[in-house]
Structure formats: structure tokens, C-alpha cells
């Protein structure tokens, strides 16, 4: 089965410093991995994601996150932490059972302060 | 774009009371899924369904069952709704082409 461990649920930086937010990943099969974040009282919308391809994924608002499949990770970053940055982040796995559906980690929540 | 459309933004339900909650999309998606969210815990998958008329339990099925008679349509339903079910729930959508997939913008229910 699949799953997805986020090892912080909350992760708090300055504004224009780098963003971390950390993501282990367990699957029996190539994994297939996003990055979603929802801001307060919005929507899920997605990041960016893997699929087998490029090992550095880009996605949108300056995020990437870098498959490491001999350390089970799929890590986000950003160099430069913005105001608008602070939601929640949640790293997901597609579910090879389960009709494809995604399966979520716990959340991560990001804070960035002034 | 796809659009997945949940009925209600805010429900408020007494215990005991049968809740139907709809779900809708617009682009001919086979697979359907209702989550919960609820603080520290994430997404968790109640039900899915891969076509009219069929439906799989997710991870967390108790107190809850749904209904898919048309393939547009993916309905949630608490038989007999109780407080511990108080929650956000989210549905979603994918295509079976490129897995794409959609989210609604959720009902949050509140059992009282």
C-alpha cells in the first residue's frame, strides 16, 4: 500500500528566507507524488507533480520538489518565503488500489512571519 | 475547465437525521471519491466509485454509504448522522486519461 509521512506539522520562517517542508514516501511501485496546499478557507489546489519523469519538479509560485528515491522523499522548497506562502501544504501519493485515488499526508502548516 | 460542484457550502444537521450530500462534474470522469478533512489528520477517503453503479469503502467507510445512479453525479450519504461525523468533506473527480484530477470546494457539515 501507499502512504506518505509529512515529518512536520507545523513549520514557521521569516519572510525571504527558504521554505522546507518535508515529505517520506512508501510505496511497493514507482510512485506518483504531489504537493497540494490550501489556503484558509479555500480551496485544494495543486503545486506541482511527479510522474515518473524529471527527478526536479517545478511547479507554480516559485515551488519545487526533488523525487529521492533512495531516501523514500519528495521535499518542497522555495528559496524565498512571501506573505502569501503561509496555507497548508499537503504531500499526496496516488494509490495504486483504491480506484487511483489520492491518498493524503496529515498536513503540513506554514507561518511566515514579517 | 473541469468543474466539480458540491450542493451546500454549510450544512447544519441534527443527530440522528439522514444526510444526502451531492456531489457533480461536468466532464465525463469515471472515477469519483469523497474525503473528509479534519484538522492534524488530512484527507481521508471515505468511498470511491470507478463507475455507474459501482463503489469500493476507502479507509474510513463506517456510518456512511453512497450512491452513484448516473455518471455525473457521486452522493454521500450518513444514514444516521452523529457528532463525530462533524467535518469538511470533499469530493473529487479524475479523468481515466491524463489523472487529472479536480476538487470541489467542499460542504462543511456540522451535527448537532
Known amino acids: 500500500a501507499q502512504s506518505v509521512t509529512q515529518l512536520d506539522s507545523h513549520v514557521s520562517v521569516s519572510e525571504g528566507t527558504p521554505v522546507l517542508l518535508r515529505c517520506n514516501y512508501s510505496s511497493s511501485y514507482s510512485p506518483s507524488l504531489f504537493w497540494y496546499v490550501q489556503h484558509p478557507n479555500k480551496g485544494l489546489q495543486l503545486l506541482l507533480k511527479?510522474?515518473?519523469?524529471?527527478?526536479l519538479v517545478k511547479g507554480i509560485n516559485g515551488f519545487e520538489a526533488e523525487f529521492k528515491k533512495s531516501e523514500t522523499s519528495f521535499h518542497l522548497t522555495k528559496p524565498s518565503a512571501h506573505m502569501s506562502d503561509a496555507a497548508e501544504y499537503f504531500c499526496?501519493?496516488?494509490?495504486?488500489?483504491?480506484?487511483?485515488?489520492?491518498?493524503f499526508g496529515k498536513g503540513t502548516t506554514l507561518s511566515v512571519s514579517s | 475547465d473541469v468543474k466539480v460542484t458540491q450542493s451546500s457550502r454549510y450544512l447544519v444537521k441534527r443527530t440522528g437525521e439522514k444526510v444526502f450530500l451531492e456531489c457533480v462534474q461536468d466532464?465525463?470522469?469515471?472515477?469519483m471519491f469523497w474525503y473528509r478533512q479534519d484538522p492534524g489528520l488530512g484527507l481521508r477517503l471515505i468511498y470511491f466509485s470507478y463507475d455507474v453503479k459501482m463503489k469500493e469503502k476507502g479507509d474510513i467507510p463506517e456510518g456512511y454509504s453512497v450512491s452513484r445512479e448516473k455518471k455525473e453525479r457521486f452522493s454521500l450519504i450518513l444514514e444516521s448522522a452523529s457528532t463525530n461525523q462533524t467535518s469538511m468533506y470533499l469530493c473529487?473527480?479524475?479523468?481515466?486519461?491524463?489523472?487529472?484530477?479536480?476538487f470541489g470546494s467542499g460542504t462543511r457539515l456540522t451535527v448537532v
Open positions: 499526496v501519493v496516488r494509490s495504486y488500489q483504491a480506484g487511483t485515488a489520492l491518498i
Open positions: 511527479y510522474t515518473s519523469a524529471a527527478t
Open positions: 466532464m465525463d470522469h469515471e472515477n
Open positions: 473529487a473527480s479524475r479523468s481515466g486519461i491524463d489523472y487529472g484530477y479536480t
